[in-house]
């Protein structure tokens, strides 16, 4: 008789494709996914470490989850992803009803760390970082999904130095996975019926550098763009000192890769970008945004703001609303800075800006991105755009969602009958967050009439 796996997931999409890992794994030893938690005999938490307050969270669910031990024997209860990375066994010693702890190299490694808990032999931690992208493949290629949307690592690491930044860590140095590993699975992936693709690295522009004879990311971009099917391709996350011009003219001339560009620049001050270790200038970083723009006109940027890094003054700060002003990104994500173990910055600087006036200057990044983004959206108002439809709208019962070519949330009538679909939306009205619309066809990719000739 199967047995049942239950998963859940913190923090960004890498850790999201993780655990589809975990299931596709698991499911060779007979495991079915269940959303049941209180039914299941593994539960295993998939971590994030990168900001604190996601990994308190992670203590609250382990807490949480410690009954289902009292009244289901031979329950096993697991930690893989960041958190189990940075803290490895500790955990055990922290958690007494833990049963195995995995990093984040170490997902081909469960089949076998749960027959140790079974047999009562150990309660195994696996945590060894590889150099061997072998790790990220295990034989087998993907064949489900859940709707027509993927995710797909292609590299896992980082080998910048950021100050503020765990990754390098818990994720290890830069590798990246063979090209035609990755074709294969996206091919796979597109044969069964995807049509939108998030191919996914901690730094992912930088594929295939330290790789003799490997692709580049624009010329991985470039073959990807070919596969029968597939629609859409969009990738994440970037850092600016990688975005080249290989990788700019990939955005003018590739017809499936979106028109959308998640950038992180953190700050507007140059001189918290130097103790933040980002290795680039705000006129460095605006150059390449300027080529990008120039080359592909209607592209959509979004980016991550920390505010309150340690030292931050109000004339740094001041900076960085400036820089948003000037940029006009369509979409932020914006943090209050918090130390994290084992960083340069948690060891070199003293966390010396006021909670109080972390949550203050946190509150007027977000109020003028809210106007900014509210002017953009507007602007799209008459206009139409190409949906793929996501599922059900929360707004009203008889609306559904999806995203636009540009990453912009579209909430438009129509019914479940919908959902993966492409539609061609015209946009009747904007909130800082969504576009609303009405559809006008379904499966019809809006003309270049309509939506403008790509440059």
């Given at each position: 008789?199967?047995?049942?796996?239950f998963i859940?997931?913190?923090?960004?999409?890498?850790?999201?494709?993780?655990?589809e890992?975990?299931?596709?794994?698991?499911?060779?030893?007979?495991y079915?996914?269940t959303?049941?938690i209180?039914?299941a005999?593994?539960?295993?938490?998939?971590?994030?470490?990168?900001?604190?307050?996601?990994e308190q969270?992670?203590?609250?669910?382990?807490?949480?989850w410690?009954e289902?031990?009292?009244?289901r024997?031979?329950?096993?209860?697991?930690?893989?992803?960041?958190?189990?990375q940075?803290?490895g066994?500790?955990?055990?010693k922290?958690?007494p009803?833990l049963?195995?702890?995995?990093?984040?190299?170490?997902?081909?490694?469960?089949?076998?760390?749960?027959?140790?808990?079974?047999?009562?032999?150990?309660?195994?931690?696996?945590?060894?970082?590889?150099?061997?992208?072998?790790?990220?493949?295990?034989?087998?290629?993907?064949?489900?999904?859940?709707?027509v949307?993927?995710?797909?690592?292609i590299?896992?690491g980082?080998?910048?130095?950021?100050?503020?930044?765990?990754?390098?860590?818990?994720r290890?140095?830069?590798?990246?996975?063979?090209?035609?590993?990755?074709l294969?699975?996206?091919?796979?992936?597109?044969?069964?019926?995807?049509?939108?693709?998030?191919?996914?690295?901690?730094?992912?522009?930088?594929?295939?550098k330290?790789?003799?004879?490997?692709l580049?990311f624009?010329?991985?971009?470039?073959?990807?763009?070919?596969?029968?099917?597939?629609?859409?391709?969009?990738?994440?996350?970037s850092?600016?000192?990688d975005?080249?011009?290989?990788?700019?003219?990939?955005?003018?001339?590739l017809g499936?890769?979106?028109?959308?560009?998640?950038?992180?620049v953190?700050?507007?001050a140059?001189?918290v970008?130097?103790?933040?270790?980002?290795?680039?200038?705000?006129?460095?970083?605006l150059?390449?945004?300027?080529?990008?723009?120039?080359?592909?006109p209607?592209?959509?940027?979004?980016?991550?703001?920390?505010?309150?890094?340690p030292?931050?003054t109000?004339a740094?700060?001041?900076?960085?609303l400036?820089?948003l002003?000037?940029?006009?990104?369509?979409?932020?994500?914006?943090?209050?800075?918090?130390?994290r173990?084992?960083?340069?910055?948690?060891?070199?600087?003293?966390?010396?800006?006021?909670?109080?006036?972390?949550?203050?200057?946190?509150?007027?990044?977000?109020?003028l991105q809210?106007?900014?983004?509210?002017?953009?959206?507007?602007?799209?108002?008459?206009?139409y755009?190409?949906?793929?439809v996501?599922?059900?709208?929360?707004?009203?019962a008889d609306?559904?969602?999806?995203?636009?070519?540009a990453?912009?949330i579209?909430?438009?009538?129509?019914s479940?009958?919908?959902?993966?679909?492409?539609v061609?939306?015209?946009?009747?009205?904007?909130?800082?967050?969504?576009?609303?619309g009405?559809?006008?066809?379904?499966?019809?990719?809006?003309?270049?009439?309509?939506?403008?000739?790509?440059?």
């Amino acid at each position: 008789m199967p047995k049942k796996l239950f998963i859940q997931t913190h923090g960004c999409q890498m850790n999201q494709y993780d655990s589809e890992k975990i299931a596709q794994v698991l499911a060779r030893q007979d495991y079915v996914q269940t959303d049941r938690i209180d039914s299941a005999d593994v539960l295993l938490l998939n971590t994030c470490s990168v900001r604190d307050k996601a990994e308190q969270k992670v203590y609250s669910a382990l807490g949480s989850w410690k009954e289902f031990k009292t009244y289901r024997e031979g329950v096993i209860i697991g930690v893989g992803g960041c958190v189990a990375q940075q803290e490895g066994e500790n955990l055990l010693k922290r958690i007494p009803h833990l049963d195995l702890v995995f990093g984040t190299h170490n997902i081909h490694k469960l089949p076998e760390m749960i027959e140790q808990v079974e047999s009562g032999r150990a309660r195994p931690v696996e945590t060894a970082f590889y150099r061997d992208p072998a790790y990220m493949d295990d034989g087998e290629l993907r064949t489900q999904v859940d709707g027509v949307k993927a995710f797909v690592t292609i590299m896992q690491g980082c080998n910048k130095v950021c100050s503020f930044c765990i990754v390098p860590h818990v994720r290890g140095r830069e590798v990246s996975r063979p090209s035609e590993k990755i074709l294969a699975e996206i091919e796979s992936l597109a044969r069964h019926g995807v049509k939108e693709i998030m191919l996914l690295g901690q730094n992912v522009n930088s594929y295939g550098k330290l790789t003799v004879g490997e692709l580049s990311f624009a010329q991985l971009l470039a073959r990807v763009d070919q596969i029968d099917g597939l629609r859409r391709i969009r990738f994440t996350t970037s850092h600016p000192q990688d975005l080249s011009p290989e990788l700019i003219e990939a955005f003018a001339t590739l017809g499936n890769l979106c028109e959308h560009l998640h950038l992180p620049v953190q700050s507007g001050a140059d001189s918290v970008l130097t103790r933040m270790r980002r290795g680039y200038s705000k006129a460095e970083y605006l150059d390449r945004l300027y080529r990008l723009k120039e080359r592909c006109p209607e592209v959509a940027l979004s980016s991550d703001i920390i505010v309150g890094f340690p030292g931050e003054t109000d004339a740094e700060f001041e900076a960085t609303l400036e820089l948003l002003r000037q940029v006009e990104y369509d979409d932020i994500y914006s943090f209050n800075y918090s130390p994290r173990p084992q960083t340069v910055s948690a060891k070199i600087y003293p966390d010396d800006v006021p909670l109080d006036v972390k949550k203050d200057r946190l509150k007027i990044v977000q109020t003028l991105q809210r106007e900014i983004s509210l002017a953009k959206n507007r602007q799209r108002i008459g206009g139409y755009e190409e949906v793929l439809v996501d599922g059900m709208s929360k707004l009203r019962a008889d609306q559904v969602m999806g995203r636009s070519r540009a990453n912009r949330i579209v909430n438009l009538t129509g019914s479940a009958t919908m959902i993966g679909e492409f539609v061609q939306v015209r946009i009747t009205g904007a909130t800082a967050n969504s576009l609303l619309g009405e559809p006008l066809c379904a499966n019809a990719a809006i003309s270049s009439q309509q939506e403008g000739d790509r440059p």
